[in-house]
């Protein structure tokens, strides 16, 4: 130390300086977010975006925030591959994470989600149990839509839907196994309370019958709507959600309740989330069933809580499915979560073929 | 040594720019796709050849590709062609037109394509009004609907090179050969066309690269068939989460696209070196 600094060589103080800034650079944003987000009274939920987005919003970031003081960021879009990729790095951004049952499982089997505490929901109010990780939120209806001007017989259940010679026209299904193979083997005549553990053989086969008739295997769920309203498709796999969103904007587009798809969405929190305690306060939060009823007047899912259920509008209430109705099938995500990537692949391979 | 120094202080931090942001995050992509647990294997790449699917899915992007870089080229070509031909200012007009859809989000063009190739879309109702009859021809969702999104969209990246090329020719070759008696074609064959193919090369590679790569013009608009190697990445990355499997196919691209890439180099400079010794 006792040389001078200008005595230093050049190219050694070029080095160290160098490999200095390039530390600084790598490790910056990552210093940075950290501080951000582990401030106190914040919290990050990860949620689906468009009128979804508004939902949230106000039935419960809004009321949450008034209520904890604690100021709540919506993120659109969850995404898993991120979940892993910031887990993975230990670079946790995310809070509380809003996720479809079979995306869901296959976090819990990867370890991407804090363990809960049963005790803070009410097990006994909700339709389907609390895991170790994950709350169930709600249950969305999955079924088939039509032009009710343009096809006003019809079809009704998933045998109607596979007839396509009482009921010609082009058909459009989900392009992933999960949900199309259960209808699969609905339109087979497979009993809603014996889908599980899937035929996969049979479905399959069932689905080779329907093959050449189907004009879209639909990546992006909006395109299961619009498909039918632009006269594309004649009928198309979509959600009660969708339906209801077409109907209010004027569009003569049916959805058919009497055999229907129930998935479960759940609520997780990322494992090391920078605001643990917030996050399990807003999962408590979004169980009570007055915020439950509040949240599915705008979403016109079907609340997890039974206690909601006689909440929510009576307008908004004839869009909901019985879970308890034996002719609807309740996805099993456990089921998915052990064969989701091998029957994925499958499917993707027939599909090609 | 000076000039040395001064290069390095000018390319300098662009290229360490470049190697924080391409270098190292390729260097993690070759290492997930080689590394499974906790063990250095060839396991995905193998997998992956072994695999149907990857197969197909290969043989399926390599057709697209060149089926659009090619129709790009047959659409691109002649618009290139009238652009060199018109005065500088209408030129100028002109090129707007070629930017206009350039600069148009692929989503939004993708969607507007839904609209127009449709069943009941305008393309067959103008049809049906031209016939006389009902007529539907099946634009959407099968290879068609791949080829007319994907052109529109790569035309531009043809009209520009060829244009440089084109425009790069000497004007006094052209009168040469108009005072020796040659008439149009002959002057297109003999001239214009060898004269510009070093820009048709960059055209064609740099399309048929880009193509390799397309995802959302397949997705929206493609038939069950109609899949591509970055359809298959982004099934392995966001449905199975196999990082392994999306890092070994993206290591593949990348090695594809490379080894097109050094192999027109190598065209273009066997192609230059008898025309200049003829000019």
Same mark, same amino acid.
Request: aromatic share 12%; with cysteine; proline share 6%.
């Given at each position: 130390?006792?040389?001078?600094?200008?005595?230093?060589?050049?190219?050694?103080?070029?080095?160290?300086?160098?490999?200095?800034?390039?530390?600084?650079?790598? @490790?910056?944003?990552?210093?940075?977010?950290?501080?951000?987000?582990?401030?106190?009274?914040?919290? %990050?939920?990860?949620?689906?975006?468009?009128?979804?987005?508004?939902?949230?919003?106000?039935?419960?970031?809004?009321?949450?925030?008034?209520?904890? @003081?604690? =100021?709540?960021?919506?993120?659109?879009?969850?995404?898993?591959?991120?979940?892993?990729?910031?887990?993975?790095?230990?670079?946790?951004?995310?809070?509380?994470? +809003?996720?479809?049952?079979?995306?869901?499982?296959?976090?819990?089997?990867?370890?991407?989600? =804090?363990?809960? +505490?049963?005790?803070?929901?009410?097990?006994? +109010?909700?339709?389907?149990?609390?895991?170790?990780?994950?709350?169930?939120?709600?249950?969305?209806? @999955?079924?088939?839509?039509?032009?009710?001007?343009?096809?006003?017989?019809?079809?009704?259940?998933?045998?109607?839907?596979?007839?396509?010679?009482?009921?010609?026209?082009?058909?459009?299904?989900?392009?992933?196994?999960?949900?199309?193979?259960?209808?699969?083997?609905?339109?087979?005549?497979?009993?809603?309370?014996?889908?599980?553990?899937?035929?996969? =053989?049979?479905?399959?086969?069932?689905?080779?019958?329907?093959?050449?008739?189907? @004009?879209?295997? %639909?990546?992006?769920?909006?395109?299961?709507?619009?498909?039918?309203?632009?006269?594309?498709?004649?009928?198309?796999?979509?959600?009660?959600?969708?339906?209801?969103?077409?109907?209010?904007?004027?569009?003569?587009?049916?959805?058919?309740?009497?055999?229907?798809?129930?998935?479960? =969405?759940?609520?997780? %929190?990322?494992?090391?989330?920078?605001?643990?305690?917030?996050?399990?306060?807003?999962?408590?939060?979004?169980?009570?069933?007055?915020?439950?009823?509040?949240?599915?007047?705008?979403?016109?899912?079907?609340?997890?809580?039974?206690?909601?259920?006689?909440?929510?509008?009576?307008?908004?209430?004839?869009?909901?499915?019985?879970?308890?109705?034996?002719?609807?099938?309740?996805?099993?995500?456990?089921?998915?979560?052990?064969?989701?990537?091998? %029957?994925?692949?499958?499917?993707?391979?027939?599909?090609?073929? | 040594?000076?000039?040395?120094?001064?290069?390095?202080?000018?390319?300098?931090?662009?290229?360490?720019?470049?190697?924080?942001?391409? *270098?190292?995050?390729?260097?993690?992509?070759?290492?997930?796709?080689?590394?499974?647990?906790?063990?250095? &294997?060839?396991?995905?790449?193998?997998? #992956?050849?072994?695999?149907?699917?990857?197969?197909?899915?290969?043989?399926?992007?390599?057709?697209?590709?060149?089926?659009?870089? *090619?129709?790009?080229?047959?659409?691109?070509?002649?618009?290139?062609?009238?652009?060199?031909?018109?005065?500088?200012?209408?030129?100028?007009?002109?090129?707007?037109?070629?930017?206009?859809?350039?600069?148009?989000?692929?989503?939004?063009?993708?969607?507007?394509?839904?609209?127009?190739?449709?069943?009941?879309?305008?393309?067959?109702?103008?049809?049906?009004?031209?016939?006389?009859?009902?007529?539907?021809?099946?634009?959407?969702?099968?290879?068609?609907?791949?080829?007319?999104?994907?052109?529109?969209?790569?035309?531009?990246?043809?009209?520009?090179?060829?244009?440089?090329?084109? #425009?790069?020719?000497?004007?006094?070759?052209?009168?040469?050969?108009?005072?020796?008696?040659?008439?149009?074609?002959?002057?297109?064959?003999?001239?214009?066309?060898?004269? &510009?193919?070093?820009?048709?090369?960059?055209?064609?590679? &740099?399309?048929?690269?880009?193509?390799?790569?397309?995802?959302?013009?397949?997705?929206?608009?493609?038939?069950?068939?109609?899949?591509?190697?970055?359809? #298959?990445?982004?099934?392995?990355?966001?449905?199975? #989460?196999?990082?392994?499997?999306? &890092?070994?196919?993206?290591?593949?691209?990348?090695?594809?696209?490379?080894?097109?890439?050094?192999?027109?180099?190598?065209?273009?400079?066997?192609?230059?070196?008898?025309?200049?010794?003829?000019?």
């Amino acid at each position: 130390m006792s040389k001078p600094v200008t005595a230093l060589p050049r190219r050694r103080f070029l080095q160290a300086s160098g490999s200095t800034m390039l530390a600084a650079a790598i @490790g910056a944003p990552m210093i940075l977010t950290s501080k951000t987000s582990r401030a106190a009274g914040r919290l %990050v939920v990860v949620s689906w975006g468009g009128n979804y987005r508004v939902g949230v919003e106000e039935a419960l970031a809004k009321p949450f925030a008034k209520e904890f @003081g604690v =100021e709540v960021i919506l993120i659109d879009t969850p995404d898993l591959a991120k979940v892993k990729a910031q887990v993975m790095t230990k670079n946790v951004e995310w809070d509380v994470f +809003d996720v479809v049952g079979p995306m869901g499982f296959t976090g819990s089997k990867n370890g991407y989600w =804090e363990q809960l +505490d049963p005790a803070l929901f009410d097990s006994k +109010d909700l339709i389907a149990p609390v895991t170790k990780d994950m709350v169930p939120f709600y249950g969305f209806t @999955g079924g088939f839509c039509y032009d009710s001007k343009k096809h006003p017989e019809a079809p009704k259940t998933w045998a109607d839907f596979w007839d396509v010679k009482k009921f010609p026209g082009r058909r459009a299904l989900r392009n992933r196994a999960s949900e199309t193979l259960e209808v699969a083997l609905l339109a087979d005549g497979v009993p809603a309370d014996k889908m599980y553990p899937l035929d996969i =053989e049979r479905a399959f086969k069932a689905l080779d019958r329907l093959k050449p008739h189907v @004009g879209k295997w %639909v990546d992006q769920t909006p395109q299961t709507v619009s498909l039918v309203q632009t006269g594309e498709i004649d009928y198309s796999y979509t959600y009660t959600t969708r339906v209801k969103a077409a109907q209010e904007a004027g569009q003569t587009i049916d959805f058919a309740f009497d055999e229907n798809l129930i998935g479960l =969405e759940y609520l997780a %929190v990322l494992k090391g989330a920078p605001n643990k305690t917030n996050a399990m306060k807003f999962l408590q939060f979004a169980m009570r069933p007055e915020n439950q009823a509040a949240l599915m007047n705008h979403l016109a899912n079907t609340p997890a809580s039974k206690k909601a259920l006689e909440m929510v509008k009576p307008d908004v209430r004839k869009w909901m499915s019985n879970p308890g109705n034996p002719k609807h099938v309740v996805s099993n995500d456990m089921w998915w979560a052990d064969h989701y990537d091998d %029957v994925s692949r499958r499917f993707k391979e027939w599909a090609l073929t | 040594m000076t000039q040395k120094k001064d290069a390095l202080l000018y390319v300098g931090p662009a290229t360490l720019f470049l190697f924080l942001v391409i *270098l190292v995050p390729l260097g993690f992509v070759a290492w997930t796709s080689l590394h499974t647990g906790d063990s250095w &294997s060839f396991a995905a790449y193998t997998q #992956l050849f072994e695999s149907v699917l990857f197969r197909r899915t290969l043989w399926t992007t390599f057709e697209i590709s060149i089926l659009a870089s *090619l129709g790009s080229l047959l659409l691109g070509y002649p618009v290139a062609l009238h652009l060199a031909r018109v005065s500088a200012r209408k030129r100028a007009i002109y090129m707007v037109l070629v930017l206009i859809p350039f600069w148009t989000s692929i989503l939004v063009k993708s969607f507007a394509f839904t609209v127009l190739l449709g069943r009941s879309g305008m393309v067959n109702t103008f049809l049906s009004w031209l016939a006389g009859s009902p007529v539907e021809v099946p634009m959407l969702f099968n290879r068609l609907g791949v080829m007319v999104g994907m052109t529109n969209y790569l035309v531009p990246f043809v009209v520009f090179p060829v244009l440089a090329s084109l #425009l790069a020719i000497d004007r006094s070759l052209y009168q040469a050969a108009e005072i020796m008696g040659a008439k149009p074609p002959r002057i297109f064959f003999r001239i214009t066309l060898p004269l &510009s193919l070093p820009g048709v090369a960059a055209a064609v590679l &740099s399309t048929t690269v880009m193509s390799m790569g397309f995802f959302v013009i397949p997705a929206l608009l493609g038939g069950r068939q109609d899949v591509m190697l970055s359809n #298959l990445v982004d099934f392995y990355t966001r449905e199975t #989460l196999d990082w392994n499997m999306a &890092s070994a196919i993206g290591v593949i691209l990348l090695g594809i696209v490379t080894i097109a890439a050094l192999g027109v180099d190598r065209l273009q400079k066997f192609g230059a070196r008898p025309r200049t010794a003829a000019v």
